[in-house]
Structures are given as C-alpha cells and as structure tokens.
C-alpha cells in the first residue's frame, strides 16, 4: 500500500537579534564554491521511536545554525553582478509532516517509492529561496525521517557532516553543546601575488573548449536506474587482503567497484576510463585549513586506466593508479587553482564570462566514466538527537548515470554501503558479479 506523506506545518526559523551573527555582509563565492554543484543536495535519515519532539529539533537547529551564518543566508548579486552570499539571517525552512505508515515496514519495502516525499523541494530559480531547507517526518509508530536540501555551493560534504553533529549535539544537551566553525571563506584562498596558475583548471574545474564534460551524452531519466550494495567488513578486509600493502577502505572498494561496473558496461577494451573522485582539499593545503571549515574546499583526482588494464590488473595495481591520482591533488595544485581563482576574478568583474562548474546535471552519463563521493568520514554514530544513532540512511535517487557514493553503513554489523545509479541495460550484470572478487 502507498504511504502517504502530508506536510502540516512550514515555517521559516529565524535567529533572534541575540543569536544572529550574519551582520547582513555580503561575501564573495570563493572558486571553490564556483567549481561545485549549482544545486540543492538531498540527505534523508531515519530514526526509530521514540523521537525528540519537533519543538525540540527546531529549537537545537536554531541554536546550532545560527553559528553557521552561510545557512541562513540567501544568494544575491555584488556590485559587479556576481552571485555571492548575503549574510542576512533570513532564516532556514523547516516543513513538518505525517507520514500514515509504521518506518520499520517503510523501509523494508516501500521508503523508496516515496523518498522524494521526504526532504524540501528547493528551487534553485525562485528568488529568495533558502540556503538550506529541513523536513521533520513523523511516521505512525513514532519513528522519524529528517530530510534536508542544502545548496552545494554553501557547503561540502564534510562541512555538512560537522553541521548535523553540532544539530544534534545541541539536541540532545539542550543546546549546552554548542560549535563554534570557522566560517572564514576568505582564508582558504590567498593567491599569491602576482597570481601564478600551473594547471589547466578552465578545462578541469569548468568547462573550458577542452573540458571532457562536452563528451558525456544524457539518457531518459527512466533509464538511469538507482541500486545498492552492502559490502561487510569481512568483505573489505578480503579486498584489502588482497591488495597485500597498506589501503584504505575507500581505495580498495573504489578499485572494485571500477572494476565491476566497468565489466557490466561491456567496453571496448581499448577505451579509456577514469574516476572523478572528490578530494577533501582541508589537510593538503599548506598551510592546512581546519576541519571544522564550513564552506567548500573540494577538488577531484581523475585516475585513468585503459579497459583491458584496468580488468586485467591486479587489485594493488589499480589502488596504485587511485593512490597516485589522488597525490596529485597536493599543496601545489590547490595553490595553482586558488591562484586561477584570482586571475580569472578582474576579467570577470570587467564583464567576462562567468566560471562554469563541470559539475554533472540530471540525466548525464558518465559511461564510460564514474564519479565517487566518499561519506565514510560522517560520523553517523555522533548523529544522536538523544535516542541514539540513526537506523538507516535514505538516499535519494540519484540522477546521473555513474555515480557513487559510499557510506558507512548504519547496519548493527557495520560494513559499507554503496548507492549509486547505472544505465539499467548494465544492472542485471553487475548485480551478478559485484560480490565476485574474481
């Protein structure tokens, strides 16, 4: 039977005059947040009952959010007609609804075909939408799903993951835990002076007369189809067994996932194929910029294999085309792009045209390509209102054919979870061979 989803309540939360800390600045996008997604990023998160009441999540995220000014904010233009944030503490859309079906059988059978019912519909064109935008879900058996929107170019992955810890922290001690972020944009790209760009980041970054974001074609969004796999931790530990040498989770997960998706497309193996893979830039900067930095600070690593090598080749071997892929995103390379930043940001105010991201739109396939997101960093045991851990975390549908993203699993035996999307003509296949180490 369909669930019905009804939302009873919207409002608009806005810090009092005590907590606000925006000011009403106007602050300049850094490069960074230019070369990210132009759109609203979905997360959903279940909790069985009990719950905390609505009243207490709405005032712990007013609590936490007002010490991230960006997500109370709106975009708005500066005097030379850039986008940039208004600092305005405008506030954060928070929408309450019921849902008239137990979360425990939800999410054993039908979450999936109403999980776009669960988070804020956000619109990227309408003036004046929020920055970031919650749903509070109640379900009949008291379980809750908390649904969010958050525009990519106020924030990453990682800042996200510091924000709902702080949220739920200030839950669950009444707001007596409260972060304090570093917010500085402006510190994470000092160019140097003259600016001295070495990489070609218009054809990298955005998309430039040579970026290869011209080659991708787009399919029907009915023939991207979204798939998970859960792979347990004696699963990795027989990855990693057989890389035999030092290797993260990550790496040797994303050599065999490479490996089976690019067997299930069938290539030519004389193709090339690569992994766009999102690097968090923090700790390679020199000097490092905080973790708890909220903003975007997020380049990605393209390590490229030919068909035939990449499905031959050992799983050491392909960790060590991923390992050295992501070296060269180093202190030289975030330099070089704050530095284009810089150089590109005169002709720009003087009316030149505006960076575009090469980052992927609905319906784009990436085959013979993929793109991977690593969430194993969010610390999704930290996310407690009070009641404990989440017991599932909802992916949206995904999109854009070829892209991943591993989370660690909310499953009481751990492991990780991979969610990702695939032309459907290649499911049936890697279905059958993604546990194979073959």
């Known amino acids: 039977m369909a669930v019905t989803v009804e939302i009873t309540r919207s409002t608009v939360l806005e810090p009092s005059p005590e907590l606000a800390r925006g000011g009403g600045k106007k602050v300049p996008l850094t490069v960074f947040d230019r070369a990210s997604t132009d759109g609203y990023i979905p997360a959903v998160f279940a909790w069985n009952g009990p719950a905390p009441t609505n009243d207490a999540i709405k005032d712990g995220l007013l609590a936490a959010v007002a010490r991230f000014p960006h997500l109370l904010g709106r975009f708005a233009s500066d005097e030379h ?262 150089a590109e940001r005169g002709g720009i105010e003087d009316g030149g045209d505006e960076l575009a991201s090469t980052a992927a739109t609905p319906g784009m396939v990436f085959c013979p390509d993929l793109e991977v997101d690593s969430w194993l960093g969010f610390r999704f045991h930290d996310l407690d209102f009070g009641y404990g851990p989440p017991c599932a975390f909802l992916p949206p549908d995904l999109p854009i054919e070829g892209i991943m993203i591993f989370v660690p699993s909310c499953a009481a035996k751990g492991g990780v979870d991979l969610f990702m999307a695939l032309d459907d003509e290649h499911v049936d296949t890697f279905k059958q061979i993604c546990y194979s180490m073959d």
């Open 81 to 342: 007609g850039r986008k940039c944030f208004h600092l305005n503490d405008a506030g954060v859309l928070v929408l309450e609804a019921t849902a008239d079906a137990d979360l425990a059988h939800a999410l054993a059978h039908d979450v999936a075909a109403h999980i776009n019912e669960l988070y804020p519909k956000a619109d990227t064109e309408r003036e004046g939408e929020p920055l970031f935008n919650v749903q509070l879900t109640r379900y009949a058996c008291g379980g809750l799903v908390i649904g969010t929107a958050c525009h990519h170019q106020v924030a990453d992955g990682q800042s996200m993951s510091v924000f709902y810890t702080a949220w739920a922290a200030a839950v669950r001690t009444d707001s007596a835990v409260l972060p304090t972020p570093f917010v500085d944009r402006a510190a994470t790209v000092v160019a140097r002076s003259p600016p001295e760009p070495v990489f070609d980041h218009r054809n990298i970054e955005f998309k430039g007369e040579r970026s290869s974001t011209h080659a991708y074609k787009v399919l029907p969004m009915d023939r991207i189809e979204n798939l998970a796999a859960h792979f347990p931790d004696e699963f990795v530990a027989g990855l990693k067994a057989r890389v035999g040498s030092s290797c993260s989770t990550f790496q040797c997960l994303l050599a065999h996932a490479w490996k089976k998706v690019t067997e299930a497309r069938d290539l030519a193996p004389d193709d090339f194929t690569h992994v766009r893979v999102a690097i968090n830039c923090r700790g390679r900067a020199k000097p490092p910029v905080p973790m708890d930095f909220f903003g975007n600070m997020v380049l990605w690593a393209f390590p490229t294999m030919q068909v035939r090598d990449l499905l031959s080749s050992s799983y050491a071997a392909v960790v060590g085309v991923i390992r050295d892929a992501v070296a060269r995103v180093d202190d030289d390379y975030i330099q070089s792009f704050v530095d284009f930043g810089e």
